[in-house]
């Protein structure tokens, strides 16, 4: 089956650093991955699409120069928190678009920020 | 995109099917059907996928009538351990591939 990655799957940072998290498809190539956010009891929200190749397609209301979106490769897509602050602290979700109307999803980077 | 509205919960007994139906009238011609599970603190793991009628696999079934306007998922004899969120998504095509989560229904399977 399609596998998709995450790394690393918990960080604990102090308040203004940056913090980095990649997702990796495993056995298929994603032009296209995703990424969300998820509070406690609440659904995933989604941040931004990240396209191979080309710049990211935020959501309305979230910080590009923020939140830094990379995909450099088929398989690869990462995720910076610039200047991490405790409001930032949540459950990040990546997801990788298999085939055309499929996606899976990673198992998910828990942020806590000091 | 279309909007995907489900209960927000359901309580069940181990060795029970449990159908949880999920409406979606906007959905458009191109856009498929997706059920997820997520357990906390995990990724939401691919359940079944469907367009039209009825799909089966090892672990459940999808039945979408003719007008596609809601789907229903099926889980056939459930234990403990299917106690987790089931999110239904409409995956829409239009202006590149996109889908938005709605809240999901928890299920709770009791003993």
């Known amino acids: 089956g399609a596998v998709v990655s995450q790394h690393p799957s918990r960080v604990i940072c102090k308040s203004g650093t940056s913090v980095k998290i990649e997702c990796r498809s495993l056995?298929?190539?994603?032009?296209?991955m995703f990424w969300y956010r998820q509070f406690p009891k609440q659904s995933l929200m989604l941040m931004a699409t990240?396209?191979?190749?080309?710049?990211?397609?935020?959501e309305q209301g979230v910080e590009k120069d923020k939140f830094l979106i990379n995909h450099a490769s088929l398989t690869l897509s990462t995720l910076t928190v610039t200047s991490a602050h405790p409001e930032d602290s949540s459950f990040y979700i990546c997801?990788?678009?298999?085939?055309?109307?499929?996606?899976?999803f990673g198992p998910g980077t828990r942020l806590l920020v000091l | 995109l279309a909007k995907t509205t489900q209960p927000i919960s359901m309580d069940s007994y181990e060795g029970q099917e449990v159908n949880i139906t999920c409406s979606h009238n906007?959905?458009?011609?191109?856009?498929?059907i997706t059920w997820y599970q997520q357990f906390p603190s995990q990724g939401p793991r691919f359940i079944i996928q469907?367009?039209?009628t009825k799909v089966t696999n090892e672990v459940a079934s999808l039945f979408i009538p003719a007008d596609r306007k809601s789907s229903t998922l099926s889980l056939p004899r459930v234990s403990l351990s299917d106690t987790a969120v089931y999110y239904c998504?409409?995956?829409?095509?239009?202006?590149?591939?996109?889908?938005?989560f709605g809240a999901g229904t928890r299920l709770f399977v009791k003993a």
């Open positions: 997801s990788a678009r298999y085939r055309e109307e499929t996606q899976y």
């Open positions: 056995d298929f190539q994603a032009t296209t």
């Open positions: 990240s396209n191979e190749g080309s710049k990211a397609t935020y």
């Open positions: 906007n959905i458009a011609t191109n856009d498929y």
């Open positions: 469907g367009y039209k």
């Open positions: 998504l409409v995956a829409s095509n239009t202006g590149g591939f996109k889908t938005i």
